[in-house]
């Protein structure tokens, strides 16, 4: 069945150092979505990415969609302490009634 | 407007027993999905419904089950409690099957001794 393989499983960095996480796929991808969850939390909706190379910008998130529909990424620039939590994509193919599938995630860390 | 309310909050069973968890979506939101998160495990599906119907299964053994009413307010069901059945369930709503965005509830974290 489809997979979404996302990488890195953590990462830690300073306060102020840049984040970013990967998600890829085997298959062409109809669409994909960035979720947060909070220590504590629920996972929260980030973003839909839906066009062949789509960038999106959330003032210092900036999401990315591959050409080919199989990879994206997240990128945090400059963090801060309210970025903590872990990151989730999903993706959804056509032909799997756009049920999503869930990477297992990357937990942001801040270095004290 | 209100959010994804699950009820009960926080739940201890015992190996053996059953439970059942509830799950009201946001108002006029048709589909519900029901998810296990487990330390390390990140995101589990385990269904969705949509307009009383189950349209997607995950690969959860039988003891877990669920039903949608015509409301769309959902419950899931899990048999025969076993220890791993410990995590915290996660309801999300949509509007409709596959489309945009999941509103997930606050979560009920089940916890089996």
């Known amino acids: 069945g489809q997979q979404v393989m996302q990488i890195p499983q953590y990462q830690h960095v300073q306060e102020g150092e840049d984040f970013t996480t990967y998600c890829n796929s085997s298959t062409t991808l109809s669409n994909i979505q960035w979720y947060k969850q909070r220590p504590g939390g629920h996972p929260v909706f980030l973003i839909q990415?839906?066009?062949s190379g789509e960038v999106k910008k959330q003032k210092r998130l900036t999401f990315q969609f591959g050409e080919a529909k199989k990879n994206s990424s997240l990128h945090i620039t400059a963090t801060q302490t309210t970025d903590v939590g872990t990151y989730f994509c999903?993706?959804?193919?056509?032909?799997?009634?756009?049920?999503?599938?869930w990477g297992a995630g990357t937990k942001l860390i801040i270095k004290p | 407007k209100a959010g994804v309310t699950q009820t009960p909050r926080y739940l201890i069973k015992t190996r053996g027993q059953q439970v059942t968890l509830s799950c009201s979506p946001i108002s006029g939101h048709r589909s519900v999905s029901w998810y296990q998160q487990t330390p390390g495990q990140g995101l589990q599906f385990l269904f969705e419904?949509?307009?009383?119907?189950?349209?997607n299964k995950g690969n959860f053994p039988g003891r877990f089950s669920g039903r949608q009413f015509s409301n769309s307010r959902s419950e899931m069901n899990v048999s025969t409690l076993e220890l791993g059945d410990s995590a915290l369930y996660l309801c999300a709503s949509s509007l409709a099957q596959g489309v945009g965005e999941l509103f997930f509830g606050e979560g009920s974290r089940l916890t089996v001794l």
């Open positions: 999903a993706g959804a193919w056509r032909d799997s009634n756009y049920q999503l599938i």
């Open positions: 990415l839906v066009k």
């Open positions: 419904y949509f307009s009383e119907t189950q349209r």
